[in-house]
């Protein structure tokens, strides 16, 4: 199916990919379409192993081949310039091309066995809740998806970190499960580079993970106090937090710790809209580590 042009829907450890061939104009046009996603968006391009990294590269820098040695298969995605054959609506129109390989067993197999570049956006419609199981991608695009590779729910639960590896030092981009901290850079981004450039990676510049209802963030431990206080206003509220909801309050998740909320926040999100509820509160993490992702994804979904 990726072969001739088709649209298919694949699980990474981050969320369901819509995987057309990186190539093809034409599917890539069908995936946008499919998504209703802005034409200036770029896209990643999945690969089975670093070594196809020259089909869409034309510079690998020390950096890349250093990262992609630590990192992957793994959720850390490499912006690099492209071969001038990767096609302008694959790269948003930019000469760089964002990379990963994702370390999925269902991805790499379907990788492996369509033996191209396949460039994959997450497969929800553009603004929703990224789709983390089969059903997301199914409820959210449902006919328009040619194929839908159902290896259950993601384990990880948030999208790759973006990583401008084009000089000498890493420049983060996006916020992931591969942290500062792991990348050895300071958790406040103050080290010496150039400056980030924010549209070469995907997924950074418009409204992002947002429910069908209204988002807010407690603070930590504060979650069932704010839910009572918004009840009160005659709302119907729902909660994820990690303690759980009190009477009156619909609890949607109970979370332990910050690779729980990351892997669940997305269905969280969206048994909140199956819910009916007017508002989903949920606690805030310490900006640490995978909380500064968690936190980004938060701010976009109540449209911070």
């Known amino acids: ?106 991805a790499a197999a379907l990788l492996t066995l369509a033996d191209l570049p396949v460039a994959a956006p997450s497969a929800n419609r553009s603004g929703r809740p990224s789709p983390t199981t089969a059903e997301h991608v199914a409820a959210d695009l449902g006919t328009e998806v040619d194929v839908i590779l159902d290896g259950g729910p993601c384990p990880v639960g948030v999208e790759s970190t973006v ?12 916020e992931g499960t591969i942290t500062r901290e792991d990348l050895g850079l300071r958790a406040d981004g103050s080290e010496p580079g150039p400056a980030a450039d924010v549209a070469a990676s995907p997924g ?31 709302a119907r509220v729902g909660l994820v937090a990690a ?18 909320l990351a892997q669940r926040l997305y269905a969280a999100l969206r048994d909140a809209e199956l819910a009916a509820v007017d508002v989903l509160v949920v606690e805030s993490v310490p900006e640490v580590g995978l909380g500064r992702a968690v936190m980004d994804r938060l701010r976009r979904a109540a449209g911070g």
């Open 1 to 106: 199916m990726l072969r001739a042009g088709g649209l298919v829907a694949f699980p990474t450890e981050t969320v369901y990919g819509l995987g057309v061939d990186a190539f093809d104009p034409a599917a890539v046009a069908r995936a946008f379409a499919a998504k209703g996603r802005p034409a200036d968006n770029p896209l990643i391009v999945h690969l089975a192993d670093a070594g196809e990294l020259p089909r869409v590269v034309a510079s690998i820098t020390p950096l890349a081949r250093r990262l992609a040695a630590t990192f992957w298969p793994g959720p850390l995605t490499l912006v690099l310039a492209a071969v001038d054959t990767v096609p302008p609506a694959t790269t948003g129109g930019l000469t760089t091309v964002a990379v990963r390989v994702p370390d999925h067993p269902v």
């Open 163 to 174: 990583v401008d590896a084009r000089g000498e030092r890493p420049v983060v981009l996006r």
């Open 204 to 234: 950074t510049r418009y409204r992002h993970y947002a429910p069908r209802c209204g988002v807010e963030l407690a603070p930590a431990g504060g979650g069932p106090a704010h839910a009572r206080r918004l009840v009160a206003t005659g």
């Open 243 to 260: 303690d759980p909801a009190p009477a009156g309050v619909v609890p949607i998740a109970t979370v332990r710790d910050v690779p729980q």
